[in-house]
């Protein structure tokens, strides 16, 4: 029978090391995704004010109580607590009431929304929206009810009509996976060529947020205006100093030319700056 040769004392070290750190490896893994799965949905038993409300719709406290919620939207955004579920749906219950509604405040639940605000990608933060218990795409400073896992529309939306200030508007609407955690949202600035203080000034000056292409042109005709004044004015007094150094008498005609080149210098000013408020206005 022929024998293999077997591995030296160094190459079992090495073998049982390998077998080891794979098996740790397989324990961590199965460990975290325990973990995944058994984050806990913790909720709060509350009596639900006006008319009932959907599985996934996203409510707030009402002013002046502790236990009543009623359908979140813009104007109680700050008191916004969480999103029904199913009362079953529960591992961990703070309910005190047989007749009161389940409210997540943790963990990964179904939350109506809309695309009213834009689409949804997974990792944005969603707030409540103008349609009461519905929440859309955070894009300003707000309160939110957690950052979305799927993105939006998808399969299960469907097409609503609903009613705005600027008239009747069709948006997608549906549910999606939330990792539910109330917190404050902070619109983060936009990263532009434009230094913040330039751009309050343009928006000063054309009652409306700029773009950065009229900016830069608005600054580049002022830049070249600039050089083109402060040149005319040099000239004029260098030209002028010297001309009254050789001959005196001709101090008139040295005044009149100082009068002519300032009243260009001053048209030139004039339309330069017609030229940017046109540009920072009209070009978007």
Same mark, same amino acid.
């Given at each position: 029978?022929?024998?293999?040769?077997?591995?030296?004392?160094?190459?079992?070290?090495?073998?049982?090391?390998?077998?080891?750190?794979?098996?740790?490896?397989?324990?961590? =893994?199965?460990?975290?995704?325990?973990?995944?799965?058994?984050?806990?949905?913790?909720?709060?038993?509350?009596?639900?004010?006006?008319?009932?409300?959907?599985?996934?719709?996203? =409510?707030?406290?009402?002013?002046?109580?502790?236990?009543q919620v009623e359908a979140?939207?813009?104007?109680?955004?700050?008191?916004?607590?969480?999103?029904?579920?199913?009362?079953?749906?529960?591992?961990?219950?703070?309910?005190?009431?047989?007749?009161?509604?389940?409210?997540?405040?943790?963990?990964?639940?179904?939350?109506?929304?809309?695309?009213?605000?834009?689409?949804?990608?997974?990792?944005?933060?969603?707030?409540?929206?103008?349609?009461?218990?519905?929440?859309?795409?955070?894009?300003?400073?707000?309160?939110?009810?957690?950052?979305?896992?799927?993105?939006?529309?998808n399969s299960s939306s469907?097409?609503?009509?609903?009613?705005?200030?600027?008239?009747?508007?069709? =948006?997608?609407?549906?549910?999606?996976?939330?990792?539910?955690?109330?917190?404050?949202?902070?619109?983060?600035?936009?990263?532009?060529?434009?230094?913040?203080?330039?751009?309050?000034?343009?928006?000063?000056?054309?009652?409306?947020?700029?773009?950065?292409?009229?900016?830069?042109?608005?600054?580049?005709?002022?830049?070249?205006?600039?050089?083109?004044?402060?040149?005319?004015?040099?000239?004029?007094?260098?030209?002028?100093?010297?001309?009254?150094?050789?001959?005196?008498?001709?101090?008139?005609?040295?005044?009149?030319?100082?009068?002519?080149?300032?009243?260009? =210098?001053?048209?030139i000013i004039i339309v330069?700056?017609?030229?940017?408020?046109?540009?920072?206005?009209?070009?978007?």
């Open positions: 029978m022929a024998k293999y040769p077997s591995l030296p004392l160094s190459g079992k070290l090495f073998a049982g090391y390998l077998i080891g750190f794979m098996a740790a490896l397989i324990a961590v =893994v199965s460990l975290s995704a325990a973990r995944a799965k058994a984050d806990p949905v913790i909720t709060q038993g509350y009596n639900l004010v006006g008319q009932s409300l959907s599985i996934g719709a996203m =409510v707030s406290i009402k002013s002046g109580t502790t236990n979140a939207n813009l104007s109680n955004a700050k008191a916004l607590v969480g999103v029904i579920i199913a009362n079953n749906n529960a591992q961990v219950s703070l309910s005190s009431g047989s007749n009161q509604v389940e409210v997540a405040t943790s963990g990964v639940n179904t939350v109506i929304v809309t695309d009213f605000n834009g689409k949804i990608a997974p990792g944005d933060e969603i707030a409540p929206s103008p349609i009461s218990g519905v929440g859309m795409l955070a894009s300003d400073n707000t309160e939110v009810i957690g950052v979305a896992q799927s993105a939006f529309p469907k097409k609503v009509t609903i009613k705005t200030s600027s008239g009747k508007q069709t =948006v997608d609407m549906g549910g999606i996976p939330v990792v539910v955690s109330v917190s404050y949202y902070t619109k983060q600035p936009n990263k532009t060529l434009v230094p913040a203080a330039l751009q309050n000034l343009a928006n000063s000056i054309a009652g409306k947020q700029v773009k950065t292409l009229p900016i830069i042109l608005g600054s580049v005709i002022f830049i070249v205006t600039l050089i083109a004044v402060v040149s005319i004015v040099y000239s004029m007094v260098h030209s002028s100093i010297i001309s009254i150094g050789r001959n005196p008498m001709a101090q008139s005609a040295v005044y009149r030319n100082v009068l002519q080149l300032s009243a260009l =210098v001053v048209g330069a700056l017609f030229a940017i408020f046109m540009i920072l206005t009209r070009v978007s």
